[in-house]
């Protein structure tokens, strides 16, 4: 007998991918809403990270197969609770905001977002990416359009503020251990006793933690700091979590395994919500977000909700010893723009898909390094 998920995690520990088949597992037994399972969880979770410490993923305790096996077996007898269908969960109606100094404004922009989504919103510094998050959170005051919170039916500050959690890009700094102040971040949100010490012990493993819940502020790095508030923020359980370049602080491993948890956990049972962040790395948030709105002073020039509206040509980038001439004679008629950035080319092309150019350019010889379809991504916009 198997589920989805549980097929999904037995081919992460078949083909050795065992710390996504953890973290999947911890995911599964949070949503059977079953303390004793979630507990026996937490244990082999525990157990993997110790092993993992000795820089080699591949070895794992020596029950670590045996007993997922019988955690997944457990956890199918238990009826978790159905994850609730996707529904409207906040709304922006052309919200635009002007500075007093008059400096920059956020022109109108609208958008939708429904449980269990990811909204990326991505652009270049000082366009606008921070001034629209903090406008969806209900931190600064729009001068036109409205922002709709479709589960509050009194959205005041105070409803607002216990609706959706905001994320800065800079941590605000806590005192004292790391897993008491996610302990107060529990309480405060109502776990109490045996439920608190359970939840803030998931935390800690989920996000990998454990190793830093008796450190201080000044004992971590900026990258564990982000994971730290993440963990206090999801003890919360809000509906709509809110984060202003969570990737700056992390490593390029982090960043994805980051962000495909955020996944994990806005889709689960247990508390599903939505998640919008803002971003310069184009690559990781595309991959993951299920809709992308790239802002330009102020702008919203593209949404990839509308790409097939708005795009009319393939765009792919290309790495290559070649030089503009010599490419541009593989195409020889065609009709063909070369854009050069100064690392690498971009292709653009109102005929080709992005299939028919790379063949065109390995049959004809040309030495490509790096190949990428942009024709979709914001990538093309910078």
């Avoid at 078949?14 to 979630?38: F, M, N, P, Q, W």
């Avoid at 109606?93 to 956020?106: E, I």
């Avoid at 439920?195 to 803030?200: A, D, R, S, T």
């Avoid at 909700?305 to 541009?328: F, G, M, N, P, Q």
Wanted: hydrophobic share 40%; proline share 3%; aromatic share 8%.
């Amino acid at each position: 007998m198997s589920t989805p998920i549980t097929a999904e995690i037995s081919a992460y520990l078949k083909h050795g991918d065992y710390s996504v088949a953890v973290r999947r597992t911890l995911d599964y037994c949070l949503d059977t809403g079953d303390d004793e399972l979630i507990d026996e969880a937490i244990q082999w979770s525990r157990n993997f990270h110790e092993c993992e410490k000795q820089d080699d993923d591949k070895n794992v305790p020596a029950d670590f197969l045996s007993s997922a096996e019988r955690i997944l077996q457990h956890a199918i007898k238990i009826p978790a609770s159905a994850a609730s269908r996707a529904y409207p969960l906040i709304s922006a109606h052309k919200a635009a905001k002007t500075y007093s100094s008059g400096n920059f404004s956020l022109k109108p922009i609208s958008l939708q977002l429904n449980t269990g989504n990811v909204l990326g919103v991505v652009g270049e510094n000082g366009n606008g990416k921070t001034t629209l998050l903090r406008c969806l959170a209900g931190q600064l005051a729009l001068d036109g359009g409205a922002v709709e919170y479709h589960l509050l039916k009194q959205p005041d500050a105070y409803a607002i503020k216990n609706h959706i959690a905001f994320i800065p890009q800079r941590i605000p700094r806590w005192y004292g251990l790391l897993k008491d102040n996610l302990h107060f971040s529990a309480s405060i949100s109502g776990l109490h006793g045996a439920k608190n010490e359970l939840m803030v012990n998931f935390m800690l493993e989920r996000l990998n933690l454990s190793s830093y819940a008796h450190l201080t502020w000044n004992q971590i790095s900026s990258g564990y700091r982000t994971r730290f508030e993440i963990a206090r923020i999801l003890l919360q359980q809000p509906r709509l979590l809110i984060l202003d370049e969570p990737l700056a602080n992390l490593d390029i491993n982090a960043q994805q395994t980051i962000l495909t948890d955020l996944i994990f956990m806005a889709k689960g049972a247990h508390n599903p919500m939505g998640v919008i962040l803002s971003s310069q790395q184009l690559h990781e948030v595309e991959k993951v977000a299920d809709t992308v709105i790239f802002i330009k002073q102020g702008n919203c020039v593209y949404s990839s909700s509308d790409k097939k509206e708005k795009i009319t040509s393939t765009a792919v980038e290309i790495e290559t010893t070649y030089t503009h001439d010599r490419i541009l004679a593989v195409f020889e008629s065609r009709q063909v723009e070369l854009q050069y950035n100064g690392g690498f080319y971009t292709i653009i092309s109102p005929e080709l898909t992005a299939g028919q150019i790379i063949e065109k350019l390995i049959s004809s010889g040309v030495p490509v390094t790096y190949f990428r379809d942009i024709t979709y991504s914001t990538k093309r916009f910078f």
